[in-house]
């Protein structure tokens, strides 16, 4: 069974903190994305890779970098923690052809900053 | 106008219910079109896949796709509490690296 993993399902951090949320596949997918998800909002696309050491921003990168040394693990940090960083992350990845056929998502990490 | 639209809910409906589920979309060029669904405090799961226009049919559920209206919809036959969860559509245009476009999401309630 296809697995994306990330590292923590719950995280509190401070103001200020820097954050690294982890995220490992196994499937040898190229496509890998990090998104936020905040109740009325929906999904919203942070940062996402083609290819290792590639990276794009997608539609909220203020505030966010990410790190793609592998194929395999995409990371997603937050440089100096805010509470409006407070939501749910979820990774996900898809195969280069595999945007036709859909994500798949990791459990998702939730996020407080206090 | 917004490129995937979805009525946010919460839908409630008793068990044993058919329920219906909905997206409307602007862009003509999306082709592929998914379903997902995420229980609270999980991730999304690919529930169901279509290409084009037509019905798509998995069980319980049925997904349908009319692109000459830009609308796209999944149905639930005899709805169980267990189906009861945020349904988020998405599609996109099969470009080899375009990105999924999602729907916020509809949150279902069914009641026993």
Not at chain 1, 34 to 63: A, H, N, T
Not at chain 2, 28 to 50: I, V
Not at chain 2, 82 to 94: F, H, N, P, V
Request: net charge positive.
């Amino acid at each position: 069974d296809v697995k994306v993993t990330q590292s923590s399902r719950y995280l509190v951090k401070r103001t200020g903190e820097k954050v690294f949320l982890e995220c490992v596949q196994d499937m040898d997918h190229e496509n890998m994305f990090w998104y936020r998800q905040d109740p009325g909002l929906g999904l919203r696309l942070i940062y996402f890779s083609y290819d290792v050491k590639m990276k794009e921003k997608g539609d909220i990168p203020e505030g966010y970098s990410v790190s793609r040394e592998k194929k395999e693990r995409f990371s997603l940090i937050l440089e100096s923690a805010s509470t409006n960083q407070t939501s749910m992350y979820l990774c996900a990845s898809s195969s280069p052809t595999g945007s036709r056929y859909g994500y798949t998502f990791g459990s998702g990490t939730r996020l407080t900053v206090v | 106008q917004k490129e995937v639209e979805q009525d946010p809910g919460p839908l409630s409906v008793p068990e044993g219910a058919i329920v219906s589920l909905n997206c409307t979309y602007s862009n003509s060029a999306f082709q592929y079109f998914m379903w997902y669904r995420q229980y609270s405090r999980k991730g999304p799961e690919l529930l169901m896949y279509t290409y084009s226009s037509g019905n798509k049919e998995d069980g319980r559920f049925t997904a349908q796709v009319d692109k000459s209206s830009k609308y796209i919809s999944l149905f639930i036959r005899d709805s169980q509490p267990s189906d009861s969860a945020t349904y988020l559509c998405a599609m996109t245009r099969g470009w080899s690296q375009g990105n999924l476009i999602f729907g916020k999401g509809t949150k279902l309630s069914v009641k026993p």
